[in-house]
């Protein structure tokens, strides 16, 4: 299925591999708090010395640090500190968090995107990416995004959230394909994902990010494993999709784990191998949460599929015609 | 705080078939779908009622509703991952999820919640059908709420088991702990935290230079209980307590009636003299 490209240039260059990083505050992959404001934990700061250079571009996922109002200026000095811990990546974007786009209840989303607004008129984000996902409920947090309910009601709600998340945001937004098995989750409607999602980044004219895992973790709800994992993958808004992701995925008591330790499965190398060449508009690759030790360096078991998936992401980038 | 109507899911009504004479044929109509907050409602009811649950996963959709709308989002939910998240929920709740928990902000409760009856699970499963759960909001961006430590000790402090006055000294106990533990969480959090995206309902409370403090009556047995260095008077029943917070120092413990008179009586002679002594220890 074809389905138009947003209003928006094209990319002329293919950024190549980037970097997805979770930064809990407290946790010691994460942000530490300071007497001056905060700074990242020495384990971030010495994998960022030993591989910010293998990355084109980065992302660090936002979390709280506090129970506060929203305010840029409780975050930035640790953020600083973040950036200038990888001087020579200069193209960043932001993972928000607060969006909440998939929820069917009425959010005021302004103060997430005036927090994000101002970051990037300190950090200049090349984009701004949320998965589609019910990420709290009634004020709320939910232990992991519940995806949207797939009913044409949850739909156009949907819908309506991300319109208004991109005209409330000043850098572009890429909406992710949401996680189906992100943990727990479970599903109200019994719309088709793919479809529901190509129909949303159509009528709220949005840019769209594909987690491979994600996209993934649908098909084998769908019970589609094995070389079935291709199927109807054409059903993705792909002409849209200027991200991918892929994130340490493993399937646990026969079921499909989106767990961010950092190993990628085979079928995530694949599947990604077989979506380069039908996403047009790709800027980059994401590896996301890469898990490493004090000595910043990548657990041994995920160095495998890491090689594979960079020389693969390399291989597509030095195919770029500007 | 109420959304504006404009920063909701707003978008343009569903257009809904034009309408048809006898003689025309029209549309097949669609079923009708729950709304927006229907479907709100029905999210929360599947992760914090037991019951509508274990009914749903038991005997499926139409053991818990007559609803056509309801029975057709119900009927594609996995019930192993809803109770999987169901219990990631109460945990989150229990333990925290990057700020404190209940657990963490009521230890001594807890402990006297424990020996009268009240474990964990039966805790969490009545806290969450409370009117007092309805309240909790961790978020802003769907109207303010309360934070978790009020609402749990609103909870808490309704319960048979826990009451401020009367014969049982153990249920005396119970609920001036759950007071004591939640002033202390919520005063740390209206300094640590500041400003704090929760309102509290809490009276009384009142700001200081660097801080804010609060007044409270208890019996005398238990500020040493709660680990105030400062004895009560001996031989008295009840005793006042300070409660401060500043960046500097949280402290709390018996204090004269005059001292409490002088912070709560505007216009005391005495204040100025009490709030320059706390000054010096910096903790006003």
Known sequence: ?322 | MTPPAAAGPTGPEPTGPEPTGPEQAGPEPTAPELTGPELTALLARLLTDDDYRERLAAHGPAAVTGNPAEHACLATVDHGELAFTARRFRTDLWHGDGAGGIADAFPRSLALLAARGRPRARLVREFLASPWFGRFRALPYTGEGISLEEAFAGYAMDLPCAAPDGADPAAQDLWYTLRHEMLLALLTALVHERPVSFRTDVPGILPTDHGHATVRTCPARLPARWGASAAADPGSTDVTCLYVCTPRAMAFGPVSRRVADALLRPGEPEAERVRQALRRRGIW
């Not at chain 1, 936002?62 to 600083?80: I, S």
């Not at chain 1, 995107?113 to 990037?120: I, K």
Request: net charge negative.
């Open chain 1, 1 to 322: 299925m074809t389905t138009a490209a947003p209003t928006r240039p094209r990319p002329r260059t293919r950024l190549g591999l980037g970097v997805g990083m979770d930064l809990p505050w407290g946790a010691r992959t994460g942000f530490r708090e300071t007497d001056d404001g905060g700074d990242i934990t020495p384990r971030v700061r010495t994998f960022l010395e030993r591989h910010a250079g293998d990355f084109a571009y980065s992302f660090f996922a936002f979390q709280p640090r506090h129970r506060a109002r929203l305010r840029t200026a409780d975050y930035v000095t640790a953020y600083d500190r973040l950036y200038a811990a990888m001087p020579g990546l200069h193209t960043r974007a932001f993972h928000h968090t607060l969006l909440n786009m998939g929820t069917p209840e009425a959010y005021d989303r302004r103060p997430a995107a005036e927090f994000a607004n101002a970051l990037h008129a300190r950090y200049g984000f090349s984009w701004v990416v949320e998965d589609l996902g019910i990420w709290s409920l009634q004020g709320r947090p939910l232990p992991y995004p519940l995806p949207p309910v797939l009913t044409e009601e949850g739909l156009r709600l949907a819908t309506a959230n991300a319109r208004q998340a991109r005209e409330l945001l000043e850098p572009p937004l890429h909406v992710e394909f949401p996680g189906f098995t992100e943990g727990g989750s479970f599903v109200l409607g019994g719309l088709d994902g793919f479809d529901y999602f190509r129909r949303l980044a159509e009528d709220a004219d949005v840019h769209v990010t594909l987690d491979v895992g994600h996209v993934l973790s649908y098909q084998w709800l769908k019970g589609r494993t094995g070389r079935a994992m291709f199927d109807e993958l054409e059903r993705l808004p792909l002409d849209r999709c200027r991200e991918l992701h892929l994130s340490g995925c493993q399937i646990v008591d026969g079921k499909f784990r989106d767990l961010h330790h950092g190993i990628l499965l085979d079928e995530q190398i694949e599947l990604t191998r077989h979506l380069l060449p039908r996403c047009p508009n790709l800027l980059g690759v994401t590896y996301e949460d890469p898990v490493y030790g004090d000595d910043g360096e990548l657990v041994e078991k995920s160095r495998r599929n890491y090689a594979r998936l960079r020389d693969l992401v390399t291989a597509w980038a030095g195919r770029d015609t500007p």
